[in-house]
């Protein structure tokens, strides 16, 4: 059987984020909380494991208590196991501090497998999944859009490039950050939705971990985010009326012009 670990994130639903303009901090009462899209796509992957091949999976995440709604979720799914790794000093951890706080905890359990998303929607960052295979000196397989378990415990990728994609045969154990082209998530199971909370997620704290302290939440995240702002919605387009030939010429200008693109002009 296969052990796998995802790391999920329950991030705020950023169509409806809003700013302090004033502290230049997210406002994150009364905007609802959602599993981070991508990392949605690793669970899925997970799941499609162990329904083809057999597969025991962990569902990890780090937050407050209220993050214990998204671990629910992830065994209403088909989880077998929920961690939350909830401590006060877990607070404001940048990127560093946070996969170093995962990977502290991923080392206690078994794994072949590690999933995570590419990137979280509230930070963007898409470096979480790679420290943390850094942190356990493992192989990664970042931006997976597809994969193929094969025997003697190679796992063949299909990793999403800018200019196209490229397929690389890895040995597990083996770190994967999905992208949204990976799968289509499910829904929850209706039948496993009334069982899940009778149910316990564990619960664990910096006591729990082998990590030096000195390296957890925010005193020990290097990072310092100086301002956050929202993309200002943009005014009204130009409609250009006339035939498609010359539209399209007029189009070329105009991006020429702003540097968007490189391209000869037709005239």
Known sequence: MINIVCCIKQVPDTTEVRIDKEKGT?????????????????????????????AFITVLTMGPPQAKQALY?????????????????????DTWSTSLTLAA????????????????IDGDTAQVGPEIAEHLN?????????????????????????????????????????????NQPRYMKPSLIFKVFQRQIEVWTKEDLEIDQTQLGLKGSPTQVR????????????????????????LLKTLNKKKLIRSQVIS
Do not use: C, H, W
């Open 26 to 54: 997210l406002i994150r009462k009364g905007v609802p909380s959602i599993i981070n899209p991508e990392d949605k796509n690793g669970l899925e992957q997970a799941l499609l494991i162990k329904e083809q091949n057999g």
């Open 73 to 93: 979720e992830a065994l209403a799914m088909g989880a077998d196991r929920a961690i939350l790794l909830s401590d006060s000093a877990f607070a404001g951890a």
């Open 105 to 120: 905890a991923i080392k206690k359990l078994d794994y072949d497998l590690i999933f995570t998303g590419r990137q979280a």
């Open 138 to 182: 493992i192989p990664q397989a970042t931006y997976a859009s597809g994969m193929i378990l094969k025997d003697k415990g190679l796992v063949e990728v299909k990793r999403a490039l800018d200019d196209g994609y490229e397929r690389i045969e890895y040995a597990m154990p083996l770190l994967i950050t999905a992208v949204k082209e990976l």
């Open 227 to 250: 301002k956050s702002v929202t993309r200002e919605i943009g005014g009204a387009g130009e409609v250009i009326k006339t035939n498609p030939k010359e539209a399209v010429d007029i």
